[in-house]
C-alpha cells in the first residue's frame, strides 16, 4: 500500500502542525488547499506547507464552483442549522472531500486526511463525502490520535520545528474562513458566558462603531440566482458576495453567537461571521413570498429549511435526499426573479422594500382605499365555510 497522503490544508495550527506529525510517522504528504475565499494569501501556502514537510503543495480557486454548486444551493433552500446558522464550514467540505478523491486517484495515494477533532462535525463531513465517492479510501485524522492535549501544546510543537502558524497562546482562536462566513472557536469563547472579544471577529465592525447613517442596498436575483446589487451586474457569483460582505460588514451585519448541537451529540458555543449570506437569505425568503403562491410557500417553509440545513450539517451533501431537495428548490428557483431593498444599521439587517414582475401581489384586492375590488360579501361566506368545524366543536363543548 502506498503510503502517499492528500491532507485538506488549511495553513493553520493543526494542519500545519499535521503535515510534520504524518510525515514523521513516515508518510508523503501532499497538501491540497482550496481557495474558497478565505481572503488569505494563499501564494505563501506552498512555501509553508513544504516548510512543514510536506513534498507537494496544490493550490486551487474554487471559488465560484463553490459560489455556485453549494452556496447557491443551499440559499435556495433557506437552510439555516437550528435556525441560526448558514453552514459556512459545513459548505466547504463536501467540495474539499470532492477534490481529495480526485487528487488521490490523480497522486496514487491510498490515504486522504483532514484535521478535524474527534468531537468535531467536519471529521463526519469529511469521511462520509470520502465514502461516499470513493469507498476504497482510508481516511486518516491525526487530530484523533495523536499526544498533543490543547493547542497550547501544539503552538509548542510548531515553535520547536519552526512550522509558521499565526495561533499563540495569547490569541488561541480556531477559525475557518470561506466566501460565506467565518466560523470562530476556542479560547474564551469556550465560556457560553462571556461576550465574544472584538478581536475575535474579523469581517464585521462593532455595532457600536457602525456608521450613524443607515445604508440602503437593493439586490437582484434571475431565477433564484442573486444577479446584481445596487443594479451593479456580477457575471460571477462569487465577486458579489464578497462585495456584500464588505457592505454588510461595515454595519455590523451578520454576527451569530449560538450554543449548538453537535453531531457526536455534545452542546457547542460558536461564533460566526457571515455577512452576505445574512443579507440573502433575507432578501431570498422575501422574494419568494411575494412570488410564490400560499401553498408551495407554506409547504416549502415548513419543510425544506430544516431538512436542507440537517443534512448539509451531518455530512450528508453526496446523498440521493440533497439531490431530490435540490431538483425541488431548482423549480421553485425559477419564480425568483425582482429586486428587494434592505436597510443596514447598527447590526441589524431588514427588507423595506421589494417589487417583480412574477409579483402576486394585487394592489387591487389589497387596499383598503376607493380602488377596493375585494368581494367583501363573498368574505362571509368563506368565514362560514371555513369555520364550520369550529363552530360544531363549540355546539359540543357548550352542552
Known amino acids: ?16 502542525v499535521i503535515v510534520r506529525w504524518l510525515a514523521e510517522k513516515g508518510y508523503e504528504v501532499i497538501t491540497y488547499t482550496a481557495d474558497v475565499g478565505q481572503g ?5 501556502i506552498p512555501q509553508k506547507a513544504k516548510a512543514s514537510g510536506a513534498v507537494e503543495a496544490i493550490v486551487e480557486d474554487l471559488r465560484e464552483e463553490f459560489a455556485r454548486e453549494y452556496c447557491l444551493p443551499t440559499l435556495r433552500a433557506l437552510a439555516l442549522y437550528e435556525g441560526k446558522y448558514p453552514l459556512t464550514a459545513s459548505l466547504s467540505r463536501p467540495l474539499i ?3 481529495l478523491v480526485e487528487y488521490a486517484q490523480k497522486f496514487g ?6 484535521g478535524s477533532t474527534g468531537k468535531g462535525n467536519d471529521q463526519v463531513r469529511f469521511e462520509l463525502s470520502v465514502w461516499a465517492l470513493n469507498p476504497d479510501l482510508e481516511v486518516l485524522a491525526p487530530v484523533r490520535e495523536w499526544e498533543f492535549r490543547s ?3 501544539e503552538v509548542e510543537y510548531a515553535l520547536r520545528f519552526n512550522i509558521p502558524v499565526k495561533a499563540t497562546k495569547e490569541k488561541p482562536y480556531s477559525i475557518d474562513k ?3 462566513g467565518i466560523s470562530i472557536e476556542c479560547g474564551p469563547l469556550e465560556d457560553p458566558w462571556t461576550e465574544p472579544p472584538e478581536d475575535a471577529f474579523e469581517w464585521t465592525v462593532s455595532p457600536e462603531k457602525a456608521p450613524e447613517e443607515a445604508e440602503y442596498v437593493e439586490i437582484s436575483f434571475k431565477e433564484g440566482t442573486p444577479v446584481a446589487i445596487n443594479g451593479k451586474e456580477y457575471p460571477k457569483l462569487y465577486e458579489l458576495i464578497l462585495d456584500l460582505n464588505k457592505i454588510a460588514g461595515r454595519h455590523g451585519v451578520g454576527r451569530i453567537d449560538m450554543v449548538e448541537n453537535r453531531l ?11 455577512p452576505a449570506a445574512t443579507l440573502l437569505y433575507e432578501a431570498y425568503r422575501d422574494l ?10 407554506h409547504y416549502f417553509l415548513s419543510h425544506i429549511p430544516y431538512e436542507y440545513a440537517k443534512l448539509v450539517y451531518e455530512g450528508l451533501w453526496f446523498s440521493p435526499l440533497r439531490e431530490a431537495l435540490d431538483g425541488f428548490t431548482e423549480r421553485i428557483a425559477r419564480f425568483v426573479d425582482g429586486t428587494v431593498r434592505l436597510k443596514l444599521y447598527k447590526g441589524r439587517a431588514w427588507v423595506v422594500g421589494r417589487k417583480s414582475e412574477r409579483s402576486l401581489y394585487v394592489e387591487d384586492l389589497a387596499t383598503y382605499s376607493e380602488k377596493d375590488a375585494f368581494d367583501h360579501k363573498a368574505g362571509a361566506q368563506f368565514t362560514k365555510v371555513f369555520g364550520l368545524p369550529l363552530k360544531i366543536l363549540g355546539r359540543i363543548r357548550r352542552r
Open 1 to 16: 500500500m502506498s503510503k502517499k497522503v492528500i491532507l485538506a490544508y488549511s495553513g493553520g495550527l493543526d494542519t500545519s
Open 264 to 274: 457526536v451529540g455534545i452542546k457547542s458555543r460558536e461564533v460566526y461571521e457571515a
Open 109 to 114: 495515494a491510498d490515504f486522504v486526511a483532514h
Open 151 to 153: 493547542r497550547e501544546e
Open 288 to 297: 419568494l413570498s411575494l412570488t410564490l403562491d400560499r401553498f408551495t410557500f
Open 40 to 44: 488569505e494569501e494563499l501564494e505563501e
Open 97 to 99: 472531500a470532492k477534490k
Open 178 to 180: 470561506n466566501l460565506w
